[in-house]
């Protein structure tokens, strides 16, 4: 089909009311959504037409999802109006957003663990309940758009991208005429997002209307025929993506150019910082997954990463790494000590430092100041403690040097971890770690729900460190980031790791197709 | 030797069901509550408050037996609403609400039942189930009992149906372990979690209305004796199961009958430990049939004791 201009929709909106021909099926005029002291969406207006995949671009914090929501009747806007169809509507509740053909899928899938694929979407319908009727129904839907599905499988157990189906199966069996996806990609592999923007487009070709949000420029630029930016709870733009660059969409959505990280060459010894030997683990989780015969060797400066979808087995790495799970004692070895027998604290002492995925709650107690913070971990310096008692004053002089150093953005030291910003707290705990001269790094996610400055600083600041001789390892979700910073990259799967190779000697198909849980000599 | 080994067998499981009963009741009503997340520990004094306004409606009403049930229902769901609306509406800590509701339920009973401690009611008289009843062994135990005893059976068979194979008891399940997930797809989450609340309060006033207009046909101050804490314990150590949960109460019933008999024997125990005897049976049976953790991680509403606030 063809994209449209804004103007034109523009146009057509003002004419919807006398003329026949197409009027867009969803069209927002002036939303506004105030919270206690954010302006979440300012004066935000969008149409999109029926068949249309429409982008909503912006950084983590530009008011996507509080759009969307509103669209969806979970949130309610102060201000503006909803016209659905050519008509002015209020979506009062996500049932009565249903009821008008609206269908949505979460970023953080909104299922039930315990309860099977039917129940789960026998939940979200408002069809007579007849649970076996349904599951039929879920098999050829799933069948019809390339999603299989079990339907008799409990949630627990499937995949990520599975449970993404399941939601999208979800929304397809209400028949909707628009689907909201946010942020649908950022757990899928390359192959399994390759799949989700055929199913899309099929789904656009039969009429359905595609609200697509998203901050991957080039999956808009492949999939969107039109987009709307935002920064800042407002409106930046409008653009048809296959005529923008990444560049000048990158522009338009954080108001300067995209940074680029400088990796320079390491020129010190290559001793071993950290090393994983042949380790299995059972998890402690019941539903976890169990670590099958991993081995890895990080070097003094270098960056490891390792990729992978969560829930195979990075959750009980992390715990025998950092020590919360000891195992065998020459399992882990630190600076070529043995150290798998030791707890989380021992081993910060042989400098071993750690920045858990969760921020709020792991890596910092939200209630207490950054000072107090700083000392959970830092203690272990010279001069923090006297006759183990303290020094309230030598921690608030380490927490103001590390607000300093990291450029971290706060009411300074006395400031509680939950009043920062994703971005602040994360450049906090970091460099928190990096105060305290570490031998080896190991970092999950380090960039999740951070905004772009803050992402490059960080990845930045990685790639530094490792420079100055430490062995840095990073666990993450996302492909770009572990290409930007690693030098060598491995793939966590099922519970077993793939050697690591060389960044230079692998690309994102390759790394993707081990994800999925293939062998490396398939993809040869 | 046979017969006289039946002789005594049968009146033990006779009583076993009278002494399961009130649990069987408690215990599905806290097991409906906590699968949507919530977590009542104020069985005990929803069953003291019920017991009393069941045993005063029964006295004004010369041991009207429905009237007393209704009192007892009506009255433990009036004494679960405080609860809901501190835990549901305002967000408070759920044990600790749970414990001040025991205590209040407790106080509040015997003050109402300083009035009625000398009446005493004539009893419900069993109802023998025609051609059942005559079955050897399992007529006279399951289909010669009082209406109450048959009203469990059904209210069992009703609450397994529902939990199970129902969109209501889907929605409760779902509620329970993920109230967030079903906000987001447009489940009122805390009207249905007030729906729960008041249910397993009207249970438990049912329970205790049991135990004073049937049981023991009087009223005694904290007659319930900690059944109301059994009730909760047999939900969790029944894996949230209904099942279950009637196996825990029937045991719990059997053991207090049979250490009641071996007491009459004279065995040379002393009577504290037989006393405790059965709540320390349950347990252990229970405990070593749930040991299953993944089992446990299914059937475990995940946002237990976790209050839900809708907001933005």
Not at chain 1, 200 to 211: D, W
Not at chain 1, 394 to 414: L, P
Not at chain 2, 161 to 168: P, S
């Amino acid at each position: 089909m063809t994209p449209m201009t804004n103007d034109s929709l523009a146009e057509l909106a003002g004419k919807a009311a006398s003329q026949t021909p197409v009027e867009p099926r969803l069209s927002l005029q002036h939303i506004t959504k105030r919270y206690p002291g954010v302006v979440a969406n300012d004066d935000v207006s969008l149409s999109v037409m029926p068949g249309e995949i429409h982008a909503v671009l912006g950084e983590n914090g530009a008011g996507k999802s509080t759009l969307m929501k509103i669209i969806y009747g979970t949130v309610q806007a102060d201000g503006g109006q909803l016209m659905w169809n050519g008509r002015e509507t209020v979506v009062a509740n996500p049932a009565a957003a249903r009821a008008l053909g609206i269908g949505m899928v979460f970023q953080h899938f909104s299922l039930f663990e315990t309860l099977t694929v039917t129940e789960n979407i026998a939940l979200a319908l408002d069809a007579p309940f007849d649970l076996k009727a349904l599951a039929v129904r879920v098999k050829s839907v799933s069948e019809k758009y390339g999603l299989p599905l079990d339907p008799y499988r409990l949630v627990h157990s499937l995949s990520v991208g599975e449970r993404q189906r399941v939601e999208i199966v979800r929304c397809l069996l209400q028949d909707p005429q628009l689907l909201i996806l946010d942020e649908p990609t950022s757990v899928l592999t390359p192959q399994a997002v390759r799949k989700l923007f055929e199913t899309l487009r099929q789904l656009a070709s039969e009429g359905v209307s595609i609200l697509y949000i998203s901050h991957k420029l080039h999956e808009i630029k492949d999939l969107c025929d039109s987009a709307t930016v935002m920064r800042g709870g407002r409106v930046t733009g409008h653009a048809n993506p296959k005529q923008e660059t990444t560049g000048s969409l990158a522009r338009m959505m954080i108001g300067r150019d995209l940074p680029v990280c400088q990796s320079p060459d390491y020129t010190g010894n290559n001793n071993c910082a950290l090393e994983v030997r042949n380790l299995s683990a059972t998890s402690i989780d019941p539903f976890g997954v169990s670590l099958q015969d991993i081995s890895l060797r990080v070097q003094r400066g270098e960056v490891v990463g390792i990729a992978g979808i969560s829930g195979n087995g990075q959750a009980e790495l992390l715990a025998v790494l950092s020590g919360e799970q000891t195992v065998g004692n020459d399992a882990v070895l630190l600076d070529d000590v043995p150290v798998g027998k030791l707890d989380a604290g021992q081993r910060r002492d042989l400098g071993l430092a750690f920045v858990p995925e969760e921020r709020l709650g792991r890596g910092a107690v939200p209630a207490m100041s950054l000072a107090n913070n700083a000392m959970l971990t830092a203690h272990r310096q010279a001069g923090m403690k006297h006759y183990g008692l303290l020094n309230y004053a030598a921690t608030r002089e380490f927490a103001k040097r590390c607000i300093e150093r990291f450029d971290v953005r706060c009411n300074g030291a006395q400031s509680a971890a939950r009043s920062l910003s994703g971005g602040n707290l994360q450049k906090f705990i970091v460099g928190r770690e990096i105060m305290q001269s570490p031998k080896a790094m190991i970092v999950a996610q380090p960039t999740w729900g951070v905004d772009v400055g803050a992402s490059a600083f960080l990845r930045q600041t990685l790639i530094d460190l490792s420079r100055s001789g430490v062995g840095v390892l990073v666990i993450s979700e996302e492909l770009d980031e572990l290409f930007e910073i690693c030098d060598r990259i491995a793939v966590l799967s099922e519970g077993k790791l793939s050697p690591a190779m060389p960044k230079e000697q692998t690309n994102a198909e390759s790394i993707g197709l081990l994800m999925a849980g293939k062998a490396e000599k398939e993809v040869a | 030797m046979i017969e006289s080994f039946f002789v005594h067998l049968i009146p033990i499981l006779i009583g076993t069901l009278g002494a399961a009963t009130p649990l069987v009741f408690a215990g599905l009503g806290e097991l409906v509550t906590e699968k949507t997340g919530v977590i009542n520990l104020g069985v005990e004094g929803m069953m003291l408050i019920g017991a009393v306004a069941a045993f005063a409606a029964a006295v004004a009403t010369e041991g009207n037996l429905a009237v007393g049930l209704m009192a007892g229902a009506l009255a433990g769901a009036l004494a679960s609403l405080p609860f809901g609306i501190l835990t549901l509406s305002l967000g408070a800590n759920q044990a600790a609400s749970g414990l001040a509701l025991t205590i209040f339920g407790l106080g509040l009973s015997a003050f109402i039942g300083q009035g009625f401690v000398s009446y005493s009611l004539s009893g419900v008289k069993p109802i023998a189930i025609p051609l059942l009843s005559k079955i050897p062994l399992l007529g006279p135990v399951l289909f010669n009992q009082d209406i109450v005893v048959y009203l469990s059976f059904v209210t069992f068979g009703l609450v397994a149906w529902v939990l199970a194979k129902t969109r209501l008891g889907l929605v409760l399940r779902a509620v329970g372990e993920s109230p967030e997930a079903a906000h987001s797809i447009g489940y009122p989450v805390t009207a249905i979690r007030y729906g729960a609340v008041l249910f397993g309060g009207a249970m438990a006033g049912i329970a205790g209305a049991y135990l004073s207009v049937v049981y023991t046909p009087l009223w005694v101050q904290n007659m319930t004796a900690g059944r109301g804490w059994i009730a909760v314990a047999l939900v969790v150590f029944a894996t949230w199961k209904p099942a279950r949960l009637m196996l825990g109460a029937y045991l719990f019933g059997g053991v207090t009958i049979l250490q009641l008999h071996a007491q009459g024997f004279g065995v040379a125990i002393p009577s504290q430990l037989l006393s405790a005897l059965p709540y320390i049976a349950t347990i252990v049976v229970l405990v070593l049939i749930s040991r299953d953790r993944k089992l446990l991680q299914l059937n475990l509403p995940a946002s237990l004791g976790k209050p839900f606030i809708a907001g933005g």
